[in-house]
């Protein structure tokens, strides 16, 4: 079952934070974020595992909290780099072939 | 270093004709995955690879068959094709073992069904 990402889209002003989230229905052990510009290949961004790390890339962060099985992705100061659209993909149980099921992506727009 | 490659980048079939899509990796990857893309759907695992010579279905294998004779490539076929597989498709591939490998993708392959 698909995790599903909230808001499904948002516009932003350059400067302006934002928030998307990612919640599953079943146990997480990892959730992977990956954004994908319009005609273009994901590009991974960062993974987080089981035990709510929270890791940081450049003014981009995400947090894992376990008991709530979700997700979350910070983008702070927006900048106009950043649009396009956001997925979260997550992780079963430690086997599996490192399978990840994406959910349906949250589009980000930056304006200036 | 080209990473992911996958050919064709684009091809508009017939319905009913065959193709096989290509996706080659010069990272040594063991894991590799097909999916594909369509509108408001993300993505959906079409089949992976977990090393040369296995194959596994993921979520949306139907219609499709792969195969993996070799490390460095993921072949996905479509023997009759339909409609319904107009999509985009990418092939990504990953180091193994464990959860904390990320997927490395391709550039994609837009497909059209007539």
């Known amino acids: 079952q698909q995790p599903v990402q909230s808001p499904q889209a948002v516009i932003l002003r350059e400067g302006e934070d934002a928030v998307i989230n990612c919640s599953s229905s079943?146990?997480?052990?990892?959730v992977h974020w990956y954004r994908q510009k319009h005609g273009e290949a994901p590009v991974f961004l960062m993974i987080?595992?089981?035990?709510?790390e929270q890791k940081g890339h450049e003014k981009i962060s995400a947090s894992f909290n376990e008991k709530k099985q979700q997700s979350s992705l910070y983008l702070t100061a927006s900048q106009l780099s950043y649009s396009g659209t956001y997925f979260c993909?997550?992780?079963?149980?430690?086997?599996?072939?490192?399978?990840?099921?994406f959910g349906t992506g949250t589009q980000l727009k930056v304006e200036l | 270093n080209a990473g992911v490659t996958q050919t064709p980048k684009f091809r508009v079939l017939k319905t009913g004709q065959s193709m096989t899509l290509l996706c080659a990796q010069d990272m040594n990857h063991e894991y590799m995955y097909w999916y594909r893309q369509d509108p408001g759907m993300g993505l959906r695992l079409i089949h992976y690879?977990?090393?040369?010579?296995?194959?596994a279905k993921g979520e949306v294998p139907d219609g499709y068959n792969v195969s993996r004779l070799k490390k460095q490539n993921f072949l996905l076929g479509l023997e009759s094709a339909a409609p319904s597989q107009t999509s985009v498709y990418f092939c990504a591939s990953s180091y193994s073992p464990g959860r904390n490998q990320p997927q490395h993708f391709g550039d994609g392959t837009r497909l059209s069904i007539l």
């Open positions: 079943k146990a997480l052990y990892s």
């Open positions: 993909g997550t992780g079963g149980f430690s086997g599996g072939g490192n399978k990840l099921t």
């Open positions: 690879s977990v090393g040369e010579g296995t194959t």
């Open positions: 987080l595992l089981k035990g709510g």
